[in-house]
């Protein structure tokens, strides 16, 4: 049986993530591709935990901890160190929502603007799910979270990192799905090798903040995609986009938001609100798709 | 290399220690084989050895087993039950529903 | 080689000789010129360093710590709003224990916006983990740059040159520049023990729980008592190198005074002025100037005001709710000495306001009248 991703393994076990957790599936195919000479930069989220804590690590890469919102600063400083020194290697901000689309944005706009040579990886989890599931700029409409109450789900739709991060014209972005490994592994691959600021967003699919059985985490991520709610793409230089996947007959949203406990308060109503969101969306993109 | 270790290291001494907080240690001392409600078992009749199970772990706590058989080197997916959280992810998506849950005894 | 240079551009020459290698800085008044000379340095490649454009102070530290932790030599400049907004990665620098060094211009904070000088915008910062320093003239600020990075590197310790804005960063004094081989010979490159290294991987800052977090915080307390003696190792080795002698402490015509007038930076500049007019008038007083004021050298100072009547500290900084910092830092370090002098505190020149001189000789004309100070504040200069 042939593999179609990296056979070695980088991350040991042992790490302390929730059962299901996308964003730890995540890690263990970005390493993958990325392989042993790679730094990450790590704020504040949900793996400053799944780590480990002192004195151990899982991911067996330089691991450099840091404040919330300066994944992205210190990644450049970092790499500003490595140049000075003459080192070649692969310096990642492993980052969540949180940090990338709210409090460390700023820091994330000024790497894309100066260019820093550096991968910066969103995993997106939709929320604040290392303090316990508070909403970020990055949770759906409608969704449930601790601060967005059923009485009072989510307003705001999901802010569009990706347009944001076009605009600053960088070489590389693309979204990746953990449902999708080779998918993921290529497009990690392809960054490492890119000189200047490259920015990949993971969708990641959580059980413990979205209220669904573990075992749904990989279906979840493959129905994002198949609905167009995540489409998988590459964005070059910020004006080249292009997609990698193609769904020929996209499913109803409503098949990956019934799966959810998140969205259990949805009536049909809201569910053809979303639907419609969806499609309105996708039309877009098509518009900036490259012919 | 990280460090092996048996059990979590507290340091008892603080000339022991690094000047921070710098980890020397692999987590591998974490057996989470023991947060299992539910345990997967793989029926090898009905699997193919298509591997999807050990690509979507996010554990990596399934493992390819290498043997030869008769000079053909012959892979199988093993659940290392040491780390195996139980989340189910591999009995979800095996094709041929070749993968099992079963209560967790231990 | 001597020139005419303000005090941003001997805290910019500081950073060169030191061959800072990663700079980071982000402008704001007065600091501009520290980095628009370096700027200019390093697109000459006059200095070999890279020049990281940040768009705010916070990302400034927090880029320069990872740069550090790869082990090579780093340098920012900021002043008040800047460095308030570094504060949480001045303490993240500490506990990283990443030998940033740092040039600060003492301004006020806002609001209401000013920018002239005022001490609070260091002193709040006292508690962080950084070493700090009160430069009282340019030939200061450039020496102390460079014998700032051989304390920091030695002990991993972040340190920070604190200068006047204006009365410092502004204003123009012959400066001599040491030949970059004398400071090559004295400062060799930053060789760091545990580094970000793919060939060596570690996790740095992981969580810790109680069962050793509390070490940690130790280690850096020793760092700091351990800095005491090295300040004053390393001016007498820049004494040797350069002729030009700085300690922890200054004192002027202290061996035989019987009250002291204690300060820092600028204004213990003045008060040597002070000090000279009022011996002329018979009156026996002497000036300590505390140079180093993280650590606080609290048993150079026992040991000097043990032997005098009386003390006059001047702040030109606040404590809101409590007092002047340097005349608590004063008191606290005299508090167990059996015979402890009165102390009295004043506090002059917030905001900017000038002390001039005479406004030092009439501080000391009012508090020698008095037995005891009657409160822990003498405002001096204040219109009401």
Redesign the interface.
Known sequence: MKLKIPEQEIMSCGNVACQGCGATLAMRYALKALGKNTVLTIPACCWTVIDGPFPHSTVNVPLFHTAFSTAAATASGIKAGFEILGKDTNVVAWTGDGATYDIGLGTVSGAAERNDDILYVCYDNEAYMNTGNQRSSSTPLKAWTTTTPVESPKESHKKDIISIMAAHRIPYIATASIAYPEDMIEKFKKAKDIKGMRFILVFCPCPTGWKYAPQLTVKLARLAVQSNLFPLLEIENGTKWKLTKKIAHPKPIAEYLKLQGRFKHLNKKDIAEIQQIVEADWNLLLKKIEK | M?KK?DE????KK?KE????????????????GS?RNFRPVIDYEKCT???ICW???????IK?EKTKKKGKEE?KPVI?Y??C?????C???CPTRAIDIEEETD | MRKVLMGNHALSYGAKLSRAEVISAYPITPQTEVVELLSQMCASGELKAKFIKVESEHSAMASLIGASATGVRTFTATSSQGLALMHEMLHWAAGARTPVVMGNINRAFAPPWSVWTEQNDSLSQRDTGWMQLYAQNNQEVLDSVIQAYKVAESLDLPAMVVLAAFVLSHTSETVDIPAQEKVDEFLPPYKREYKIDPDEPHAFGGLTKPDNYFELRYKIQKAMEKAVSKWEEVGEEFEAFFGRKYGLVETYKVSDAKDLIVSSATIASTARNAVDSLREKGKKVGLLRIRVFRPFPAEMIRRILSSVDKVIVIDRNIGFGSSGIFCQEVKAAMYNEKNTPPIFGVIAGLGGRDVTSKNIIEIYEDAIKMEEPESDIIWKGLKI
């Not at chain 2, 690509?55 to 706590?61: D, I, L, T």
């Open positions: 990280a270790s979590k290291i507290i340091y603080e220690m690094p000047p921070s907080a710098i980890s020397f240690y692999s987590m591998d001392y974490n057996k989470t947060w050895l298509c591997m690509k979507f772990c996010p554990e990596a706590a390819l892979v290392d040491e780390y959280k139980g989340c189910g992810i009995w979800e998506e």
